[in-house]
């Protein structure tokens, strides 16, 4: 008599099944690996040579003799690591034509080929904030470009691979004589002594001036010590209405206002700071800095020689993007990543300037951010991943870097030879900023992403885009910043 | 016909020996195995860690530290941006639920009709609400344009100047509210639905109680539709306390702080700066904030909703 199966008992044996088939899928694979193993060979050389020649006064003797000579020919060396796979993690490029993919690819290529049988594998990763910090978490942070934001706090709780052991096979890395390491940014190198990032790019402020259309106004190129007066003077000749609609379609001036790096220069020419030494206080009341600001602000809203919110929304619709390349602002405050950004533009005929003085005050301040490599302190290969951020900024990266113009090289004579040449015309000014001014990192300290956002992007932004008065908008900056600083 | 009246062949169980029993225990648990590895792995423990972190201090490199309940007495103390996403949640709950009801109720109705190519209809007004995330929100960044824009464009047609919209620290909540119109297809497919559990005998009993289009509507659609509409509203409410997405794309919290959501702001005490215990802390206070307006509203519904099928109060 045959039996019905019962719902059950089909889906018990179902599920039996599919475990059974999800255990064998889960077997690891077995490869065949094919090993190719290289030794040093020595090999015998004959080889001929003529040893002296002998002149005695009745007759020449030359002696030549046949030399054996053993000589050691290298093949290819054993790998030491065979399938090895390290990572490396950045928000740029790392494909593609970019000169940061470039300078990327162009690593990964000369590692791999001092260390065989290692694959360096490269990715980019947009919203690296997040990821770095689920990496951190997760103890798989690979090897990273860092910037300074939040470097020197994970230093400070022992993230990063000490590098000092591996820099002794690099002698041709000396950090304290070839590179520059600005004030305030040992952090990003040096921790409790010792050795944890290869400095990468420095990235500083720098006035732009758009040459055809000082051209087309019969403005002059300012001499190197010209004033904030002589800003505004330029900048109010270069706006203009230039279609007669009504409407201004040409500025003078155009910056940003979301970041300490958009204020940091103004103030310090002006004579303020915008942080106490110790990071408790905000300080962007002083009489110095208000000026500072007061004059940014102006430009925008007194002089209206600066776009405004929906002037660039306006211009960004009508698929300008950059209103310094497109021929709509005369003068530009930028940073470095700016000269290199302008190869794209190969018509853009633009210059630098030294940005101008405080009206009074001859001494010149200069802010420098760094980004930097370093590899975590758990690493699972620690020489691989130390070699490969002293390759990243090595010497040879490092000029590589000043060629491609990515920013300003860290290496002195990357500076000087690659970075600090033309185009633009007067990329002297490079060098002369690091001469002739006070150079010095911006601030750095724990909280410092949140200060930022709370006193630049938020409190003095609600100023720049129309929203409260300057006065209250600093007044509010300082009780938020200094909010944000007593809580950590 | 109720249950109770209802013909059941009962049969007795018989009487199964102890192990049958755990067997078949096992065989669900064995079953249920998948779907309950990924609560404990991936809901609950999570749900719990979160709540120990509230009263901890943890940046994910170094150990969490103890800190009671100073968490949550810095929200209420010393974080004003918390009371302003707070109030800007809360102003967007209050602007978007009645709206997107109502929209949703409106267009249920226009479409409750058996016209040739009404499908054509329901499906282009529910398309949208499946459209979400990043490609709506750059959308809507065109669409409110200040100079041009489609809708300061259409504005302009009736003769009126439109704001700045999402560069308004007074216009951009009313962008988000407009903005949330968008996605009223989900609320409008579960509404159509309802309209159509409606028993035709009930309208026309009002018909021949003389009832009007708009007293048929109060006394007799309302009333069958106020599950579907408790449900929506309860979930409405859930939805819109946890806007975050738009935000983060189109504005960024900004003008000057004026579409900064509380999902947003929790969003940056923990990725952005490091403040895990702290946005732990703020999670599960918008969690009680919730849990208690769907409190409120259960209970509430006792007064208003109506359940066919239940004994009348």
């Known amino acids: ?488 | 016909m109720s249950a109770k009246s209802g013909h059941f062949s009962t049969v007795k169980s018989a009487a199964r020996p102890r192990g049958q029993w755990r067997w078949r225990n096992i065989e669900g648990y064995f079953f249920i195995a998948p779907w309950l590895v990924g609560f404990l792995a991936f809901t609950l423990g999570p749900f719990i860690a979160s709540l120990l972190l509230s009263f901890a201090d943890w940046n994910l490199v170094k150990p969490p530290v103890w800190m009671g309940l100073r968490h949550y007495r810095t929200m209420f103390t010393n974080d004003p941006k918390w009371i302003k996403a707070l109030y800007n949640t809360a102003y967007f709950t209050v602007f978007h639920v009645p709206s997107l009801l109502v929209a949703a109720m409106l267009t249920a109705l226009l479409l409750n009709r058996q016209l040739p190519g009404i499908g054509v209809f329901r499906t282009l007004f529910y398309l949208p609400s499946v459209m979400g995330g990043v490609a709506m929100a750059i959308l809507w960044v065109w669409i409110f344009s200040y100079r041009f824009g489609l809708l300061n464009q259409a504005l302009a047609v009736l003769g009126i100047q439109g704001p700045k919209w999402l560069g308004s620290t007074v216009w951009a909540k009313p962008a988000f509210v407009i903005m949330s119109l968008w996605g009223f297809g989900g609320t409008m497919v579960i509404y159509l639905a309802g309209l159509q559990g409606v028993p035709r005998e009930l309208y026309e009993a009002a018909e021949i109680d003389g009832a009007g289009a708009w007293h048929k509507f109060l006394k007799v659609t309302m009333p069958m539709m106020s599950p579907a509409v408790f449900f929506t509203i309860v979930m409405t409410i859930i939805g819109s306390f946890q806007i975050f997405t738009a935000a983060f794309i189109m504005t960024d919290g900004g003008p000057a702080d004026a579409t900064l959501f509380y999902a947003l702001h929790l969003y940056r005490h923990a990725f952005q700066w490091l403040h895990i215990g702290y946005a732990s802390a703020m999670a599960w206070f918008l969690f009680l904030v919730i849990l208690v307006l769907t409190l409120i509203q259960v209970r509430l519904s006792g007064r208003w909703v109506y359940y066919a099928g239940e004994a009348p109060r």
């Open chain 1, 1 to 488: 008599m045959s039996r019905k199966v019962t719902r059950r008992e089909l889906l018990r044996v179902s599920a039996l099944v599919g475990a059974g088939a999800l255990l064998a899928a889960c077997q690891p694979k077995i490869v065949e690996v094919e090993k190719v193993v290289t030794k040093e060979v020595e090999k015998i050389v004959k080889e001929t040579v003529e040893v002296e020649k002998e002149k005695i006064v009745e007759k020449e003797v030359t002696k030549v003799v046949e030399v054996e000579k053993v000589v050691k020919e290298i093949v290819i060396p054993a790998p030491k690591y065979e399938g090895v796979t390290i990572r490396f993690m950045s928000s740029y490029p790392i494909t593609g034509t970019h000169p940061r993919a470039e300078f990327m690819q162009r690593v990964k290529e000369l590692f791999e080929a001092k260390h065989p049988g290692v694959t360096v594998e490269m990715e980019r990763v947009p919203d690296i904030d997040v990821r770095w910090k689920t990496e951190t978490a997760a103890r798989t942070l690979p090897v990273m470009l860092w910037d300074a934001n939040m470097f020197c706090e994970m230093a400070e709780q022992g993230v990063f691979l000490e590098l000092d052991d591996r820099l002794e096979d690099h002698p041709e890395v000396n950090l304290e004589k070839d590179y520059v390491i600005p004030g305030g940014a040992e952090c990003m190198v040096y921790h409790q002594g010792k050795v944890v990032a290869m400095p990468y790019i420095l990235s500083g402020p720098v006035m732009l001036c758009n040459m055809d259309l000082f051209d087309r106004n019969g403005i002059e190129r300012p001499p190197d010590d010209w004033t904030w007066n002589d800003l505004l003077d330029i900048c109010k000749e270069l706006t203009q209405d230039t279609t007669g609609d009504g409407r201004i379609d040409q500025w003078g001036f155009n910056g940003g206002t979301t970041w300490d790096e958009n204020f940091t220069q103004w103030i310090w020419t002006a004579g303020g700071e915008i942080i106490s030494e110790d990071h408790k206080h905000t300080l962007v009341d002083s009489p110095e800095a208000k000026a500072a600001i007061q004059f940014y602000y102006d430009l925008r809203f007194k002089h209206n020689v600066w776009p405004r919110g929906e002037d660039t929304e306006t211009m960004s619709v009508a698929g300008i993007t950059n209103p310094f390349a497109a021929g709509k602002v005369g003068i530009q405050c930028s940073n470095w990543g700016a000269i290199g950004a302008f190869k794209a533009f190969p018509d853009l005929n633009y210059d630098l300037l030294h940005f101008p003085k405080f009206p009074g005050n001859d001494k010149r301040y200069h802010w420098i951010f760094m980004q930097n490599f370093a590899a975590p302190s758990w690493s699972e290969y620690p020489e691989l991943d130390a070699d490969l951020v002293i390759e990243l900024g090595g010497p040879s990266s490092q000029r590589y870097a000043g060629r491609l113009k990515i920013q300003c090289p860290s290496y002195k004579k990357a500076i000087e030879e690659d970075f600090a040449t033309p185009p633009p015309e007067n990329a002297r000014v490079i060098l002369e900023i690091f001469a002739q001014y006070e150079v010095n990192h911006l601030p750095i300290f724990t909280g410092k992403t949140e200060w930022c956002v709370t006193v630049f992007g938020g409190e003095l932004t609600k100023a720049f885009i129309g929203e409260v008065d300057l006065d209250t908008a600093i007044k509010e900056a300082v009780l938020a910043g200094d909010r944000v600083l007593a809580s950590y």
